[in-house]
């Protein structure tokens, strides 16, 4: 299992061979889902899942 955070969106992608999990966390310092479903490949922001 991969797992990348970036810091700068505050959002962290969570891979394995077939899926991807992929939050951040919100302005209230909750946590918010982006995506749950098929692996995707990676990108600087998924921001525009919110």
């Known amino acids: 299992m991969a797992i990348t955070y970036n810091e700068q969106t ?9 899926s991807s ?13 982006l995506y749950y479903g098929k692996k995707m490949k990676h990108k600087a922001s998924f921001q525009h899942y919110l």
């Open 10 to 18: 505050r959002e962290c992608h969570l891979q394995t061979n077939q």
């Open 21 to 33: 999990y992929i939050f951040t966390v919100l302005e209230n310092e909750q946590l918010g889902h």
